[in-house]
């Protein structure tokens, strides 16, 4: 168990809507990360968050936009879903944002777009 | 930009053998290499990393190697038990974020 907590697990929705992925990180880490997995692209980093604030953004597509609170959980907005966008959801957490740290990934949300 | 090939794509072995997984790298910037195993309906484990001030690296029955020269770098799985079975990824780190290969499924037959 590597302490990162996705929700939910699985979402089934239709094109044209809009979903909300949530990740509470490790306690104790600062830093969350969202990555997007699927058959033809692989693993790819989307965007970055260091204690609320956006550090690095990735190939993140407009239409998705994501953010942290306070209590250093982070939420990833996708809207307008379109069909390609079925994919499975990675959050990961490290210590802090710099370069180098290892980061602990959760078990994803499965996104099916129907 | 930045870009990591890795190679088995898939790889069958028997039990005990020894398993080699070697990636390649585009982004001489990069200065740290992780390895992550993920199984199936589960978010990748990182198992092992090294950083670019470092040849080598070993635990247990995992070592990585690194070559910044030729910007290669590999993961020896020695003594492959049935639950090393699962999809191997290399990874380039640097500026924050992570560069996946393309991932290595390794089969583990008893």
């Known amino acids: 168990d590597s302490g990162v907590t996705q929700t939910p697990k699985h979402l089934i929705t239709a094109t044209g809507q809009r979903v909300t992925l949530r990740c509470s990180p490790r306690?104790?880490?600062?830093?969350v990360y969202w990555y997007q997995q699927s058959l033809d692209q692989g693993l790819q980093f989307l965007i970055q968050?260091?204690?609320?604030?956006?550090?690095a953004k990735g190939n993140i597509l407009e239409r998705f936009s994501a953010q942290q609170f306070p209590d250093l959980h982070s939420e990833l907005n996708l809207s307008s879903l379109e069909l390609g966008d079925s994919a499975l959801y990675f959050c990961?957490?490290?210590?802090?944002?710099?370069?180098?740290?290892?980061?602990?990934f959760g078990d994803g949300t499965r996104l099916s777009i129907l | 930009g930045e870009n990591v090939e890795q190679h088995p794509s898939t790889l069958s072995v028997q039990e005990g053998d020894s398993a080699v997984i070697k990636c390649t790298y585009s982004?001489?910037?990069?200065?740290?290499f992780p390895w992550y195993k993920q199984e199936l309906g589960k978010g990748p484990q990182l198992i092992i990393d090294?950083?670019?001030?470092?040849g080598e690296k070993k635990d247990q029955r995992i070592a990585v190697t690194l070559n910044k020269t030729a910007k290669h770098f590999s993961l020896h799985i020695t003594e492959t038990q049935p639950e090393d079975s699962a999809v191997y990824f290399c990874?380039?780190?640097?500026?924050?974020?992570?560069?996946f290969g393309a991932g290595t499924r390794l089969a583990v037959h008893p």
């Open positions: 990961a957490s490290s210590v802090d944002g710099g370069n180098n740290q290892p980061q602990h």
């Open positions: 306690s104790g880490d600062l830093s």
């Open positions: 968050y260091y204690n609320g604030e956006e550090r």
């Open positions: 982004d001489s910037a990069s200065n740290y």
């Open positions: 090294i950083r670019s001030n470092v």
């Open positions: 990874v380039c780190g640097g500026y924050n974020k992570l560069i």
